[in-house]
T-cell receptor
Framework: AQKVTQAQTEISVVEKEDVTLDCVYETRDTTYYLFWYKQPPSGELVFLIRRNSFDEQNEISGRYSWNFQKSTSSFNFTITASQVVDSAVYFCALRPDNYGQNFVFGPGTRLSVLP | DGGITQSPKYLFRKEGQNVTLSCEQNLNHDAMYWYRQDPGQGLRLIYYSQIVNDFQKGDIAEGYSVSREKKESFPLTVTSAQKNPTAFYLC?????????????FGPGTRLTVT
């Protein structure tokens, strides 16, 4: 079965706090791709990162960082020094190699950053 | 500016009417997709198209139809057979399946059927 779990439905933090969004996935494929998207109130999904299953290096992009651990099937996303503009719904998605065109999206985590 | 446009942003229809949602992209992407998003849920794939004049059903295709006559355009028709059509509809495109590339999304159309 292909599945993505984002156990945190909603998170609220105060500006400048660090926050980690959890993503746990399930797939039997050995080759797969993981993604994070941001959906601000406007509704459009914004691509943040793609990671393939053979690359377990963590990545940092400005205030954003991602921790990919195959051993625990997790691909967590951390925002450092959060800002009000980070308020959005964040989706984790899985694209298994042998799953046709489908992306499997998690249910999303709504992040509210309070001033 | 390259991107994906969806129109209209809000759409209201009476039950029993078919309605067509527009999706246009100028990214020169081969693949296009339609997703449905319900409150508090992730995205579910309705239809996708890898190439002009070809499209495939996704997980929830019943009650929907699509066409792909031009590379840039992938309209979605919500038919009266769709039992619960009120939702947020997102169109996306990507370079091509074999590259497993990320998908780029349009701003969405919020459809309300009463």
């Amino acid at each position: 079965a292909q599945k993505v779990t984002q156990a945190q439905t909603e998170i609220s933090v105060v500006e400048k706090e660090d926050v980690t969004l959890d993503c746990v996935y399930e797939t039997r494929d050995t080759t797969y791709y993981l993604f994070w998207y941001k959906q601000p109130p406007s509704g459009e999904l914004v691509f943040l990162i793609r990671r393939n299953s053979f690359d377990e290096q963590n990545e940092i992009s400005g205030r954003y960082s991602w921790n990919f651990q195959k051993s625990t099937s997790s691909f967590n996303f951390t925002i450092t020094a959060s800002q009000v503009v980070d308020s959005a719904v964040y989706f984790c998605a899985l694209r298994p190699d042998n799953y046709g065109q489908n992306f499997v999206f998690g249910p999303g985590t709504r992040l509210s950053v309070l001033p | 500016d390259g991107g994906i446009t969806q129109s209209p942003k809000y759409l209201f229809r009476k039950e029993g009417q078919n309605v067509t949602l527009s999706c246009e992209q100028n990214l020169n992407h081969d693949a296009m997709y339609w997703y449905r998003q319900d409150p508090g849920q992730g995205l579910r794939l309705i239809y996708y198209s890898q190439i002009v004049n070809d499209f495939q059903k996704g997980d929830i295709a019943e009650g929907y139809s699509v066409s792909r006559e031009k590379k840039e355009s992938f309209p979605l028709t919500v038919t009266s057979a769709q039992k619960n059509p009120t939702a947020f509809y997102l169109c996306a495109s990507s370079i091509g399946d074999k590259f497993f590339r990320e998908q780029y999304f349009g701003p969405g159309t919020r459809l309300t059927v009463t």
